[in-house]
């Protein structure tokens, strides 16, 4: 692998065509993986988390960085189901806006049984919080189930938090995504010392 420097505002036109034609002048014919390996195919792929649960369910929740993961999602739900995803960066106003995008692009854009909480990013991608740690450290000790504190221990701490301020109908049946990501805690010192 080679790894070619670029800086924020050529990072911020990744998607331009004068950027990519330029890439392709320099290192010919090449796959673009997308920020976040964020592109229909990913979105396709994801379609199939749905399809392995195989439990009903009301609700379905998961941690939304490019919102790929959401939009995959969605486009398997039965209409009588909803899916939140909770934003792990700050002003994650564009998610909706992408979400909506991808869906179109997949063939669903009358899908509107989604939509993003932008309420427990804890400051931004990989800002963390004592409470955060408190909680990810609870949930495993609860459950036996690791989170990471970028994306899961966010999504998880959301919605406890939504549970517990009655966003919820009483008997509702609900499918939190665990995404992975646990490999992103060793540069949490936190969370890999006791
Ligand atoms: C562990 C984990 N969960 C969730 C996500 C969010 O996925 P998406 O970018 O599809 O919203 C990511 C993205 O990198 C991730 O690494």
């Not at 890439?23 to 988390?49: K, M, P, T, W």
């Not at 919102?67 to 039965?78: E, H």
């Not at 998610?95 to 995008?101: C, F, I, R």
């Not at 499918?175 to 990501?181: Q, R």
Request: proline content about 1%; aromatic content about 10%.
């Amino acid at each position: 692998m080679q790894l070619e420097y670029v800086n924020r505002e050529t990072y911020r036109n990744k998607t331009s065509t004068d950027f990519i034609d330029e890439l392709h002048q320099r290192h010919g014919d090449f796959y673009l993986l997308a920020e976040g390996g964020s592109n229909q195919l990913a979105v396709n792929g994801c379609a199939e988390i749905v399809t392995d649960i195989g439990i009903s369910f009301d609700s379905i929740t998961v941690a939304c960085g490019t919102g790929a993961t959401l939009a995959g999602i969605v486009t398997a739900l039965n209409t009588d189901q909803h899916a939140i995803g909770f934003a792990v960066l700050k002003g994650a106003d564009f998610l909706s806006k992408d979400v909506t995008k991808m869906l179109a692009e997949s063939g669903h854009s009358t899908a509107h049984n989604w939509r993003i909480e932008n309420s427990h990013h804890f400051g931004g991608y990989a800002r963390t919080s004592p409470e955060l740690f408190t909680f990810i450290k609870q949930f495993k000790s609860d459950f036996g189930i690791g989170l990471d504190a970028v994306y899961t221990g966010k999504m998880f701490f959301g919605l406890f938090d939504l549970i517990s301020k009655g966003a919820f109908d009483k008997g509702t049946r609900i499918v939190a995504v665990h995404t992975g990501g646990l490999q992103g805690n060793a540069g949490f010192p936190e969370l890999t010392t006791d």
